[in-house]
């Protein structure tokens, strides 16, 4: 219907569009000009044609989700918002930030924008660790997303890995792919002749350059995703993964320990009664020969020595790396047997390989760093053993 020559063309296909009726053109009365332009397709399915007697409850529930995905991907560009109804009732939705609160088991974007005429995006983290999307090229749903979605997706986790990387000072680097993992990502575009890789149209094979528009992501923008909880699900991720990794590198209660340079391990140390065997730390070789001496009086079974070569690392300013290859603490790790992150207990003590450790150490202030630092050590990183300090 065109107001500006004020004439109405209708012309009815019939079977599947091989029969054409002659077009009719009239002239509109003064209620239709009041109407304003508009193009108007109508159509019955040939349900014989594909084998059906009636639309199943699969194709309704398709038809009407294509219903919902006009209504909120044909934003106002500049234009008249469209109208969708369904089943003769007009559907609620006037933006596709709407569109997306309709979804069950999605989170809602926190941070949201439109860039210029063609890009609408929203963020929000994914809750299972695998990336999600939501996403139209040119009102198409692509269901397995694409090119625009990554395109997005890249100047997201680009802007968060210095982020994280600030926020989780000494732990293990979060990497871009493991970034958006954590991720759902919203788009709605228009691309200038996509291309996808099926009939279907469910991923669009466009480079970015072919897009015909840019869509960079801003500052503010950004900054919405910094003040979400899309940062905390992401740090709590690394910190997951880096306590999984200190658990691997943890000791074992074993009778035979080998490679540990100057270590005199206790006869019973790692056997059934390793709860009942002391560690006696000593602050270098000189105190060593000290302790040894003491062992010929008390006996080798229940007490094992080991020399420090200087202070330890204190843990709590190093980085989750530093740890890890620490030779230090990794001696004292397999010599004790102890686990990253546990806690334990008078039950669970059994574990390990000495069930007490003591530190001898100088009186001075390097012996009291160094008693510190180990203390440290195992507050930070472990458990509640039983310490016995001499001076």
Known sequence: MDTGTGLKFRQVFRDNMTVAEEPTVRKLDSKEMKQGDYVKITFSPDLARFGMTHLDDDVVGLMSKRAYDIAGTMSPRGGKRLSVSLNGKKLAIKSFKDYLGMFDGINEPVAYAKFGDRWEVGVSASEDASMKQISFVNCICTSKGGGHVTYIADQVAKHLVAVIKKKNKGGAEVKPNQIKNHLT??????????????????????RPKDFGTECLITAQFNKQIEKSNVV??????????????LKRRGGTKKSKLTGIVKLDDANLAGTAKSNNCTLII????????LAMSGLSVVGRDHYGVFPLKGK??????????????????????DIMGLKYGTQYDESSIKSLRYGHLMIMADQDTDGSHIKG????FIHSECIRLELLSSD
């Open 232 to 245: 905390d699900t992401i740090l709590s991720y690394a910190k997951h993964k880096q306590n999984l990794a």
């Open 282 to 289: 000593t602050e270098g070789d000189s105190a060593k020969s």
């Open 185 to 206: 990502i919203f788009v709605n575009c228009l691309v200038e002749n996509p291309a996808f890789d099926s009939q279907t149209k469910d991923f669009l094979t466009t």
């Open 312 to 333: 330890p690392l204190n843990v709590r300013d190093a980085t989750h790396k530093a740890v890890i290859n620490n030779e230090e603490i990794k001696n004292l790790v």
């Open 373 to 376: 630092l180990i203390i440290n």
